[in-house]
């Protein structure tokens, strides 16, 4: 263990916030921490817009299903997928040219971009002894959520982040067993789904507890729950409407 891990291992989902103000400093050190995450060939296909008048931190949380941390937290971030930059590169440079931003390819590029940029940011923060949480809400009113911060075309708006001093001490959720995760030479099919259900067992107890009875599914109960409910069905035609996905 060093400092780093340690930081780390104590990662918690952070939904009430004391009223101190994040300084423009300390905004301006995580968001250029984000910066320094990997790229995929430097492309640097996010952006990040930050929210701090009430006004409009009470409609994101309305659009984002009312979570009133949303209103609550001194800066609501919204991390957005973005290949505008990268489009106008190709009408400045080559404006006769085909270009493939539109692929799968580059949607998981952008994808995968601001997600390490995001969490990034959130270990930086979690550093200046603030706290966070995703807000995958914000994909719930996608178009609405995008015309409201004035999105172009090839920018999508993938979660929020809310971000202040916690003003709660939640404990640490359990994590599957590693051997579910981490698997040596190939995928080893078996060993995942036995530590699967380990982890049913685990949560089971986890749950009881932190609900004093009142919830005790296992996980996989509530996996299946969740993946056999539609969800956001509308992100596919926005996406191909904001120019991703298409091929």
Same mark, same amino acid.
């Given at each position: 263990?060093?400092?780093?891990?340690?930081?780390?291992?104590?990662?918690?989902?952070?939904?009430?916030?004391?009223?101190?103000?994040?300084?423009? %400093?300390?905004?301006?050190?995580?968001?250029?921490?984000?910066?320094?995450?990997?790229?995929?060939?430097?492309?640097?296909?996010?952006?990040?817009?930050?929210?701090?008048?009430?006004?409009?931190?009470? &409609?994101?949380?309305?659009?984002?299903?009312?979570?009133?941390?949303? %209103?609550?937290?001194?800066?609501?971030?919204?991390?957005?997928?973005?290949?505008?930059?990268?489009?106008?590169?190709?009408?400045?440079?080559?404006?006769?040219?085909?270009?493939?931003?539109?692929?799968?390819?580059?949607?998981?590029?952008?994808?995968?971009?601001?997600?390490?940029?995001?969490?990034?940011?959130?270990?930086?923060?979690?550093?200046?002894?603030?706290?966070?949480?995703?807000?995958?809400?914000?994909?719930?009113?996608?178009?609405?959520?995008?015309?409201?911060?004035?999105?172009?075309?090839?920018?999508?708006?993938?979660?929020?982040?809310?971000?202040?001093?916690?003003?709660?001490?939640?404990?640490?959720?359990?994590?599957?067993?590693?051997?579910?995760?981490?698997?040596? %030479?190939?995928?080893?099919?078996?060993?995942?789904?036995?530590?699967?259900? %380990?982890?049913?067992?685990?949560?089971?107890?986890?749950?009881?507890?932190?609900?004093?009875?009142?919830?005790?599914?296992?996980?996989?109960?509530?996996?299946?729950? &969740?993946?056999?409910?539609?969800?956001?069905?509308?992100? &596919?035609?926005?996406?191909?409407?904001?120019?991703?996905?298409?091929?």
């Amino acid at each position: 263990m060093n400092d780093t891990i340690s930081l780390l291992m104590k990662h918690r989902s952070i939904r009430s916030y004391k009223s101190d103000p994040v300084t423009e %400093e300390q905004l301006e050190a995580i968001v250029a921490a984000g910066q320094m995450a990997s790229s995929s060939s430097n492309v640097q296909a996010y952006s990040v817009i930050a929210i701090t008048d009430p006004e409009r931190k009470s &409609k994101l949380s309305v659009l984002a299903g009312n979570q009133p941390y949303i %209103e609550q937290c001194p800066v609501f971030l919204v991390w957005c997928a973005d290949m505008y930059r990268l489009e106008n590169a190709v009408q400045q440079h080559m404006p006769e040219a085909e270009s493939y931003g539109d692929a799968a390819e580059n949607f998981i590029v952008a994808t995968v971009d601001v997600t390490l940029a995001a969490q990034n940011a959130a270990i930086a923060a979690e550093s200046l002894g603030l706290g966070v949480v995703y807000i995958g809400g914000i994909r719930n009113h996608i178009e609405e959520v995008s015309d409201f911060l004035d999105l172009p075309d090839h920018v999508y708006p993938i979660y929020g982040m809310c971000l202040g001093y916690p003003n709660q001490e939640p404990g640490i959720r359990p994590r599957l067993p590693q051997k579910a995760i981490l698997h040596r %030479e190939s995928y080893q099919a078996d060993t995942t789904l036995e530590a699967m259900k %380990e982890y049913d067992d685990t949560m089971v107890r986890y749950l009881s507890e932190r609900t004093g009875g009142a919830k005790s599914a296992p996980w996989s109960a509530l996996m299946a729950e &969740k993946m056999t409910a539609p969800s956001r069905m509308q992100l &596919k035609s926005f996406l191909e409407r904001k120019g991703f996905n298409k091929r």
